[in-house]
């Protein structure tokens, strides 16, 4: 007579499919091929013109800064930006009687570097209405296109003090106020493939709250991008923050994550 073990059979049978899984994963694994990589945009590379925090060469320039496969451009109009700056500095805004500057992050002055994880550069999107042409903006080499996966953002010193302090007459933020910044990606063709939104600062629902610190921000859902611009969703009741105001708009941006295929 046979003599059937069930507690071994079972075993050897759930050994058994555990091991066909596995080989079909692996199998699988391979028609999919090898995982992209994630590269990861510093801008610690960029220099500086001689006794500047940032990469403006002078009044009424047009300056770019290239990394990996994404450019960085702005033009510099009488003090007023557009585009993408790279910067180095902070600023501590304690008041609303002189104007703070785009090109710095919201931060004490006193640490050693000012970029987002203990780096010491970062980038300031900006956009103002007596610089045409030029966006709170970047974007990768013409035909590229890369899948974002993140970034690191905060408020300029200059967004902060007038969210926070306002500016001479102009109030800061009242009860009601928003402001938030929207990431919104293009691809190759110039068609808008998505969007993230991120919150500079909030006053409404009895909150008083503004970003002061470096805040990682997922960008996957603006999928497979070859421009990043950003928009700026604002409501301010004594009309000091806005992107179609003569002082202009910023928001500061740093470790700028993106997928690349393995193969390249």
């Known amino acids: 007579m046979f003599?059937?073990?069930?507690?071994?059979?079972?075993k050897k049978l759930t050994s058994l499919a555990a091991l066909v899984a596995a080989l079909a994963f692996v199998a699988c694994s391979d028609d999919e091929g090898p995982a992209a990589r994630i590269e990861t945009i510093t801008f610690e590379a960029c220099e500086f013109p001689s006794g500047r925090t940032d990469n403006?060469?002078?009044?009424?320039?047009?300056?770019?800064?290239?990394?990996?496969?994404?450019?960085?451009?702005?033009k510099c109009y009488y003090g007023y930006y557009g585009g993408?700056?790279?910067?180095?500095?902070?600023?501590?805004?304690?008041?609303?009687?002189?104007?703070?500057?785009?090109?710095?992050?919201?931060?004490?002055?006193?640490?050693?570097?000012?970029?987002?994880?203990?780096?010491a550069k970062f980038l300031s999107l900006c956009c103002a209405s007596t610089v045409k042409d030029y966006d709170a903006s970047f974007a990768f080499a013409e035909g590229v296109t890369r899948r974002i996966v993140s970034a690191e953002v905060c408020n300029s010193a200059c967004i902060y003090q007038f969210v926070k302090y306002g500016y001479y007459s102009n109030e800061g933020?009242?009860?009601g106020d928003w402001c938030d910044a929207i990431f919104v990606g293009y691809d190759?063709?110039?068609?808008?493939?998505?969007?993230?939104?991120?919150?500079?600062?909030?006053?409404?629902?009895?909150?008083?709250?503004?970003?002061?610190?470096?805040?990682?921000?997922?960008l996957r859902a603006l999928g497979e991008v070859n421009r990043v611009a950003v928009e700026f969703d604002v409501h301010?009741?004594?009309?000091?923050?806005?992107?179609?105001?003569?002082?202009?708009m910023s928001i500061c941006i740093d470790e700028i994550s993106f997928e690349v295929p393995a193969d390249r």
């Open 3 to 10: 003599n059937f073990n069930i507690e071994s059979i079972m």
């Open 56 to 74: 403006v060469e002078g009044q009424n320039n047009v300056a770019s800064y290239t990394e990996y496969d994404a450019v960085f451009e702005h």
């Open 84 to 119: 993408a700056v790279v910067c180095s500095a902070a600023d501590e805004s304690t008041n609303g009687d002189s104007k703070a500057s785009h090109l710095h992050v919201i931060g004490s002055t006193s640490d050693a570097t000012h970029g987002a994880k203990g780096s």
């Open 173 to 175: 933020f009242a009860a």
């Open 188 to 218: 190759a063709a110039g068609v808008e493939t998505g969007r993230a939104a991120f919150t500079m600062a909030d006053y409404r629902d009895g909150k008083e709250e503004i970003c002061a610190a470096w805040t990682r921000v997922d």
């Open 236 to 248: 301010n009741a004594s009309g000091l923050v806005g992107p179609r105001t003569s002082h202009g």
